[in-house]
Structure formats: structure tokens, C-alpha cells
């Protein structure tokens, strides 16, 4: 059973930067795709970033284009989201993700997303 832990979030001003982690364990990482989401209360929650499980194709959401990088290493299992610049509308809490199997051909925006960490708080406030 994959198993996804989120930590890094916290209080930064605005323009700052955090870096999230998704620390996955149960299973191989190699073979899944992994998400950033997030959802803001109120709000619906919002593909941040995604990186496939090979590392070669990532995708941003575009208010994300420019500021957030996503990236992971395998062999530690993790995945990190490296977010700068940051504003107040960044505020949310962060959820990383990972579907139930891997599917050839298809793009990581395009996946059903089945196993959810518990999700880490980013507030960007003065």
C-alpha cells in the first residue's frame, strides 16, 4: 500500500519560499506519477504540479509557470515542490498524490489520483 507523507509548509511573507516534500513509502516510487494539489477553504482543490515517474515530463499549472518546480528522486523516494515568490493567494493547504497504477502513454495531468498524504499548511501573509 502506498503511503505519502507531506511536510515543508509554513508562514513565509510574501516573495518567499518554501520547499515541500512528499515522502512515499509502500511501494516502488518508479512506477507512479506523482501530483501537487491544493485547496484554499472555500475553494475547489487545484492541480498545482506533476512530474512523471520516469522525471522527464513535469506540468504547472499557470499561475505556477515560472515560480514552482516540482522534481523527485526515486531512490529516496521523495518528491519535492520548490516554490518561490510566493503570494498570499499561494495560501492553501498542500496535498501530494499518486495514482493506483501507471498507464502508458498518458500525461500526468490526465491521471485519477487514488492515494492522498494528509496534506501540509502553506500561509503566505504579511
Known amino acids: 500500500q502506498l503511503q505519502l507523507v507531506e511536510s515543508g509548509g509554513g508562514l513565509v511573507q510574501p516573495g518567499g519560499s518554501l520547499r515541500l516534500s512528499c515522502a512515499a513509502s509502500?511501494?516502488?516510487?518508479?512506477?507512479?506519477?506523482i501530483a501537487w494539489f491544493r485547496q484554499a477553504p472555500g475553494k475547489e482543490r487545484e492541480l498545482v504540479s506533476c512530474?512523471?515517474?520516469?522525471?522527464?515530463?513535469?506540468y504547472y499549472a499557470d499561475s505556477m509557470k515560472g515560480r514552482f518546480t516540482i522534481s523527485r528522486d526515486n531512490a529516496k523516494r521523495t518528491v519535492h515542490l520548490q516554490m518561490n515568490n510566493l503570494k498570499p493567494e499561494d495560501t492553501a493547504g498542500y496535498y501530494c498524490?499518486?495514482?493506483?497504477?501507471?498507464?502508458?502513454?498518458?500525461?500526468?495531468?490526465?491521471?485519477?489520483?487514488?492515494?492522498w498524504g494528509q496534506g501540509t499548511q502553506v500561509t503566505v501573509s504579511s
Open positions: 498524490a499518486a495514482p493506483k497504477s501507471f498507464i502508458v502513454g498518458t500525461m500526468c495531468q490526465d491521471y485519477n489520483y487514488n492515494y
Open positions: 509502500g511501494v516502488n516510487l518508479n512506477y507512479y506519477p
Open positions: 512530474i512523471s515517474n520516469d522525471n522527464v515530463y513535469t
